[in-house]
Protein backbone atom coordinates (compact mmCIF):
# COMPACT_ATOMS: atom_id res chain seq x y z
CA UNK A 1 0.00 0.00 0.00
CA UNK A 2 2.84 2.03 0.75
CA UNK A 3 4.31 1.73 -2.62
CA UNK A 4 1.07 2.71 -3.89
CA UNK A 5 0.99 6.22 -2.37
CA UNK A 6 4.68 6.44 -3.83
CA UNK A 7 3.37 5.86 -6.84
CA UNK A 8 0.81 8.42 -6.80
CA UNK A 9 3.50 10.79 -5.37
CA UNK A 10 5.45 10.65 -8.31
CA UNK A 11 2.82 10.70 -10.75
CA UNK A 12 1.99 13.95 -8.82
CA UNK A 13 5.31 15.35 -9.03
CA UNK A 14 5.83 14.61 -12.42
CA UNK A 15 2.54 16.37 -12.70
CA UNK A 16 0.77 13.86 -14.85
CA UNK A 17 -1.87 13.43 -12.04
CA UNK A 18 -5.30 15.76 -12.79
CA UNK A 19 -6.01 17.88 -9.79
CA UNK A 20 -9.36 16.77 -10.35
CA UNK A 21 -8.86 12.55 -10.18
CA UNK A 22 -6.91 13.89 -6.58
CA UNK A 23 -9.00 15.68 -4.95
CA UNK A 24 -12.13 13.39 -5.79
CA UNK A 25 -10.12 10.42 -4.37
CA UNK A 26 -9.22 12.43 -1.60
CA UNK A 27 -12.36 13.54 -0.66
CA UNK A 28 -13.66 9.72 -0.66
CA UNK A 29 -11.33 9.37 1.69
CA UNK A 30 -12.40 12.19 4.15
CA UNK A 31 -15.90 11.17 3.82
CA UNK A 32 -15.49 7.63 4.24
CA UNK A 33 -13.68 8.76 7.32
CA UNK A 34 -16.02 10.96 8.57
CA UNK A 35 -18.61 8.07 8.28
CA UNK A 36 -16.46 6.09 10.04
CA UNK A 37 -16.35 8.27 13.24
CA UNK A 38 -20.42 8.49 13.13
CA UNK A 39 -20.63 4.77 12.94
CA UNK A 40 -18.08 4.25 15.81
CA UNK A 41 -19.43 7.01 17.90
CA UNK A 42 -22.96 5.31 17.05
CA UNK A 43 -21.99 1.89 18.15
CA UNK A 44 -19.99 2.94 20.84
CA UNK A 45 -22.34 5.07 22.60
CA UNK A 46 -25.71 3.92 21.56
CA UNK A 47 -25.43 0.00 20.14
CA UNK A 48 -28.37 -1.65 22.62
CA UNK A 49 -25.65 -4.97 21.98
CA UNK A 50 -22.68 -6.72 20.68
CA UNK A 51 -24.80 -7.99 18.30
CA UNK A 52 -25.05 -5.10 16.03
CA UNK A 53 -20.90 -4.63 16.71
CA UNK A 54 -20.95 -8.01 14.98
CA UNK A 55 -23.01 -7.15 12.50
CA UNK A 56 -21.39 -3.79 11.47
CA UNK A 57 -18.36 -5.49 10.18
CA UNK A 58 -18.89 -7.73 7.62
CA UNK A 59 -21.49 -5.47 6.19
CA UNK A 60 -18.62 -2.68 5.90
CA UNK A 61 -16.38 -5.72 4.92
CA UNK A 62 -19.20 -6.47 2.26
CA UNK A 63 -19.91 -2.72 1.36
CA UNK A 64 -15.69 -2.66 0.33
CA UNK A 65 -15.69 -5.27 -1.78
CA UNK A 66 -18.61 -3.77 -3.86
CA UNK A 67 -17.35 -0.67 -3.77
CA UNK A 68 -13.94 -1.61 -4.74
CA UNK A 69 -14.62 -4.30 -7.20
CA UNK A 70 -17.89 -2.95 -9.08
CA UNK A 71 -18.65 0.49 -7.86
CA UNK A 72 -15.33 1.62 -8.19
CA UNK A 73 -16.20 1.77 -11.95
CA UNK A 74 -18.30 4.60 -11.94
CA UNK A 75 -15.37 6.38 -12.70
CA UNK A 76 -13.55 5.73 -15.35
CA UNK A 77 -9.51 6.12 -15.20
CA UNK A 78 -7.27 6.60 -18.02
CA UNK A 79 -4.25 8.14 -20.10
CA UNK A 80 -5.19 11.78 -21.61
CA UNK A 81 -2.14 11.26 -24.72
CA UNK A 82 -2.89 15.32 -25.32
CA UNK A 83 -2.37 16.31 -21.85
CA UNK A 84 -0.29 13.41 -20.67
CA UNK A 85 -1.93 13.18 -17.47
CA UNK A 86 -4.21 10.67 -15.98
CA UNK A 87 -7.68 12.06 -16.00
CA UNK A 88 -10.81 10.68 -14.65
CA UNK A 89 -12.64 10.07 -17.99
CA UNK A 90 -16.34 10.24 -18.73
CA UNK A 91 -18.86 7.63 -17.66
CA UNK A 92 -19.07 5.32 -19.81
CA UNK A 93 -21.78 2.08 -20.11
CA UNK A 94 -20.24 0.39 -17.44
CA UNK A 95 -20.09 3.19 -15.21
CA UNK A 96 -23.73 4.40 -16.04
CA UNK A 97 -24.44 0.03 -14.59
CA UNK A 98 -22.18 0.52 -11.96
CA UNK A 99 -23.78 3.80 -10.90
CA UNK A 100 -27.26 1.99 -11.20
CA UNK A 101 -26.55 -0.96 -8.98
CA UNK A 102 -25.04 1.70 -6.94
CA UNK A 103 -28.40 3.32 -6.27
CA UNK A 104 -30.75 0.14 -6.49
CA UNK A 105 -27.93 -1.32 -3.55
CA UNK A 106 -28.27 1.58 -1.39
CA UNK A 107 -32.34 1.53 -1.70
CA UNK A 108 -32.73 -2.33 -1.49
CA UNK A 109 -29.89 -2.28 2.02
CA UNK A 110 -31.66 0.58 3.46
CA UNK A 111 -35.08 -0.92 3.42
CA UNK A 112 -34.34 -4.47 4.30
CA UNK A 113 -32.62 -2.52 7.16
CA UNK A 114 -35.13 -0.14 8.32
CA UNK A 115 -37.78 -2.76 7.80
CA UNK A 116 -36.09 -5.58 10.13
CA UNK A 117 -33.45 -3.79 12.56
CA UNK A 118 -35.49 -0.38 12.92
CA UNK A 119 -34.19 0.34 15.99
CA UNK A 120 -30.24 0.16 14.80
CA UNK A 121 -30.69 1.19 11.38
CA UNK A 122 -28.60 3.57 10.76
CA UNK A 123 -24.78 2.18 12.66
CA UNK A 124 -25.62 -0.39 10.18
CA UNK A 125 -26.37 1.51 6.82
CA UNK A 126 -23.47 3.81 7.41
CA UNK A 127 -21.16 1.45 8.16
CA UNK A 128 -22.15 -0.56 4.86
CA UNK A 129 -21.69 3.45 3.21
CA UNK A 130 -18.08 3.21 4.94
CA UNK A 131 -17.44 0.28 3.38
CA UNK A 132 -18.50 1.33 -0.47
CA UNK A 133 -16.83 4.89 -0.35
CA UNK A 134 -13.63 3.29 1.01
CA UNK A 135 -13.68 0.32 -1.26
CA UNK A 136 -14.38 3.29 -4.43
CA UNK A 137 -11.54 5.18 -3.18
CA UNK A 138 -8.79 2.04 -2.90
CA UNK A 139 -10.59 0.89 -6.22
CA UNK A 140 -9.58 4.35 -7.95
CA UNK A 141 -6.12 3.95 -6.74
CA UNK A 142 -5.72 0.31 -8.03
CA UNK A 143 -6.72 1.99 -11.63
CA UNK A 144 -4.36 4.87 -10.84
CA UNK A 145 -1.64 2.01 -10.07
CA UNK A 146 -2.60 0.34 -13.76
CA UNK A 147 -1.87 3.46 -15.64
CA UNK A 148 1.25 4.08 -13.74
CA UNK A 149 1.65 0.72 -14.40
CA UNK A 150 1.25 0.97 -17.70
CA UNK A 151 3.21 3.99 -18.69
CA UNK A 152 6.67 3.23 -16.33
CA UNK A 153 7.54 0.03 -17.30
CA UNK A 154 11.13 -0.18 -17.80
Request: aromatic content about 10%; cysteine-free; proline content about 3%.
Amino acid sequence: MANLFKEIRTLRDEGRLHDKLISRTRMLFVISGILLLVVVFNIVFRAPSIAIVASAIPIAVIGFLLGFYIFSQMNVVNWNEDEEVIKSGKMDAVGFTSLGLYILFEIIFRTYLKSHFPSVAIPLLLSGIVGTLLGRAVGTLAEIHKVYLARHTP
